[in-house]
């Protein structure tokens, strides 16, 4: 039979109640008598026993912080009011739900119901205590899904947005700023004084006025200035010097497709790595012809300003050659570079259009962006994690609200 420190250890990081997660503390010694009254919530008492075996019990769930009374009177109190709420609802648990209950709370130690009942009395706490604190959460479960499961609605898109943060987040991230210059032989003598001045530039400042002067990138007018880029998301042409660079340094010129690029680090931020190899794009290429001419960028402003998703981008393509828009999905690893660098700044369904190919512009739109792992979850778990959620947290607000609403004597 396991004993009550491996009951502890079993129970070490768990969280301490069925539907939210909580702070818990340490604390003082009972009262001389243990059933006077410590707090009134409403018309229900917390005498000194209910503290003291809250406090045993946090306690053998390995619980610690600085002042587990304080949190025991916490608890139980938000407990009496969710009693009294469910009791005003008509709401009830019968036995069969708290037995299923308590079975699944003590599954969390590798314990039957019975054994860690058990395990508890050892270590001092009544099987009461243990069926009172289960049957409060079960309780407030099925309050919170009668009042709120029903007005919340868990999208398509959450859902891919969910993905695409995952695959995102966790690597180390930079702050860049931008200049593109056109490659074009025609403006071969303009563009080399420029890059001297690029070359030539001592501070971001200097660096950001050039771009807004300069740059045909669509970030001129904020100085070329970029938001936090994962620096695994970045092309290998790019990434490597940018990667070994200082902040305030220029990295550059970098040839891409029909545009001279430079970049300057401005800043840097290292999380946990994701390699380039697990995360996938999904993202829409479209090729206008006319480079960068009045009308093509004509067609781009209309674009911008009309297309929110990536089917949207196929009339545009109309009596243009098949191969002109296409639908494409690969990891970042094995996306062209000139495409990549320019996918790697944008956010869902945002557009780039910094670069010429055959005397078309390219634009891009990002689909998606998530990670390829082998235990992907799938959209339902997603589902299901954002409406628990979303659940829980207008559950906390609601349970504030009935505290607030409810008069608390403390003894």
Known sequence: ???????????????????????????????????????????????????????TFLELLNAGATDM??????????????????????????????????????????LETDAFVAELAAGGVDRDTFVRF?????????VVGQEFGASIAVTKTDIARARDVAAIRGTKRVLISEIFLPADPEYAEPVAQIIGLIENASSMEEFSALAREYSLAGTRDRGGRLDWVPLEQLPGQIRGPISN???????????????????QLRSEQSTRDIPASQVKLSYKRLLLPG?????????????RARVQHCDGLDPYAAGLPDSYVTDNEALMQSIPQSDAVELARLDRFEISANTVEGGNLV???????????????SDGQIENGLFNARLGGRAQLRLDELIADTETITY
């Not at 938000?78 to 009791?87: K, M």
């Not at 709401?91 to 739900?97: Q, S, V």
């Not at 289960?134 to 099925?142: A, D, I, N, Q, Y």
């Open 1 to 55: 039979m396991p004993t009550t420190s491996s009951l502890c250890a079993r129970f070490l990081g768990m969280a301490l109640v069925l539907l939210a997660v909580v702070q818990l503390a340490a604390g003082p010694a009972l009262a001389t008598n243990p059933f006077e009254p410590a707090r009134k919530v409403g018309d229900r008492i917390i005498t000194e026993y209910d503290v003291s075996q809250r406090i």
């Open 69 to 110: 009374r304080e949190e025991a009177l916490a608890r139980l109190t938000e407990e009496a009011v969710q009693r009294t709420h469910a009791q005003r609802l008509g709401i009830r648990i019968t036995p069969e739900e708290l037995a299923d209950g308590m079975a699944e709370f003590a599954s969390r130690a590798d």
């Open 134 to 142: 289960v049957e409060s959460g079960l309780l407030w479960r099925k």
């Open 245 to 263: 660079a200082r902040p305030g340094q220029i990295v550059g010129p970098i040839e891409l497709s029909g545009a001279l690029a430079f970049f």
């Open 291 to 303: 480079a960068r001419s009045e009308a093509t960028l004509a067609t781009l402003a209309d674009i």
């Open 363 to 377: 634009v891009l739109m990002l689909c998606s962006r998530e990670l390829e792992l082998e235990d992907r979850p």
